[in-house]
């Protein structure tokens, strides 16, 4: 009888480790499955309806987290002139995230609209400061977001390759002050929510070893990439490669921050999409359904077989034609949303599982 309960209190260890492995790192960090829905209350406000699997109406919020779904990301915007990703909407969006009992992911963009490579453009509000007076109110913001927020993840910029906040925090001409603020970030989250992971993060693959290098002082925890074919190549080895290395030398934690890919190539609004012709995705997936979930079981091996890997977020999840088949100012994302024309959830969803 004693060997029995030994072997069968032994079995119960195997099952539960094994059951647990996939969900965790190994140094026992949850392994994060994301999904960008910044767009979700402005969506939801003109009526839009999510479906899940079986055709049900259902919150899209719920559906990603019954498919494993575990952080949600949310960009903010400081003053935006639009009616999206201001600081009352997201707030009020970080605690439904909550109350579902996921984590909340803040992409801190410090501009009143979409920041990239491209574009940093500092908030209306800080024009005609002098650099330590907007210094002083980057840190107030930064503290404000951290207290009524209170983020699990905090990233600081959106896809700063170049630096953030321009003029004054442009990495190319002005590196002191680009640093300056990042450290300044730093401290200031340390100090008001030490449990809040610090996040950089980094749009591609070509020049991010030379920008962690640049920014190796600074006190954060994860390395985020975009990585998107159609602008970053298709290869994802090199990408693995890429986050290997990253991974190592700065002993960081990395995350693919920003993914996506078509389920079809076709349109069902009369906005412009991002991707519609066959040379713009990877030649290994086709541009339909299942070709969409297969990216996305890739960039989530590839993640989790990378040493320092500890997650991934889906981008546009949300973002389907909202306006109409007739909209010419809906969505240029439609066909690589994760719910499809009919607003039904897509096979892709399993990932999260």
């Known amino acids: 009888m004693k060997i029995r309960i030994k072997l069968i209190a032994l079995l119960y260890i195997l099952i539960t480790f094994s059951c647990s492995k996939d969900e965790v790192t190994n140094n026992s960090q949850e392994f994060i499955k994301a999904a960008d829905l910044s767009m979700l209350p402005l969506i939801e406000s003109e009526g839009t309806i999510y479906y899940n699997n079986n055709t049900i109406p259902e919150d899209a919020l719920l559906t990603l987290k019954k498919a494993g779904c575990n952080t949600i990301r949310i960009r903010l915007w400081h003053t935006p002139t639009v009616n999206q990703s201001g600081f009352n909407e997201v707030k009020a969006l970080a605690q439904r995230v909550k109350n579902n009992g996921m984590k909340v992911w803040l992409s801190v963009h410090y501009s009143d609209t979409w920041a990239d490579p491209g574009n940093q453009i500092k908030p209306s509000a800080w024009n005609s400061l002098t650099f330590m007076q907007l210094k002083a109110q980057f840190e107030n913001y930064t503290a404000t977001i951290l207290n009524e927020i209170q983020p699990d993840i905090f990233q600081i910029g959106n896809e700063i390759n170049n630096g953030f906040i321009f003029p004054e925090g442009n990495l190319t001409s002005n590196e002191s002050q680009f640093l300056s603020l990042l450290a300044s970030a730093s401290t200031v989250i340390r100090a008001n929510s030490p449990s809040t992971k610090i996040m950089l993060h980094y749009a591609g693959i070509d020049g991010a070893s030379w920008f962690f290098s640049k920014t190796a002082a600074i006190d954060y925890d994860y390395i985020g990439l975009s990585y998107y074919p159609i602008w970053h190549g298709t290869d994802i080895n090199l990408l693995q490669q890429t986050m290997t290395s990253l991974g190592q030398t700065h002993n960081k934690k990395v995350l693919v921050a920003e993914t996506s890919y078509p389920f079809t190539?076709?349109?069902?609004?009369?906005?412009?999409?991002?991707?519609?012709?066959?040379?713009?995705?990877?030649?290994?997936?086709?541009?339909?359904?299942?070709?969409?979930?297969?990216?996305?079981?890739?960039?989530?091996?590839?993640?989790?077989?990378?040493?320092?890997?500890?997650?991934?977020?889906?981008?546009?999840?949300?973002?389907?034609?909202?306006?109409?088949?007739?909209?010419?100012?809906?969505?240029?994302?439609?066909?690589?949303a994760l719910w499809d024309f009919n607003h039904k959830a897509l096979p892709a969803m399993s990932v999260f599982e």
């Open 265 to 336: 190539l076709d349109w069902n609004d009369w906005t412009n999409n991002v991707i519609g012709l066959p040379n713009q995705i990877h030649p290994n997936f086709p541009a339909s359904p299942e070709g969409q979930k297969a990216f996305l079981q890739q960039i989530k091996n590839t993640v989790k077989n990378t040493p320092n890997g500890l997650g991934f977020c889906y981008w546009g999840t949300e973002w389907i034609a909202f306006r109409g088949a007739t909209s010419t100012n809906g969505s240029s994302w439609e066909n690589q």
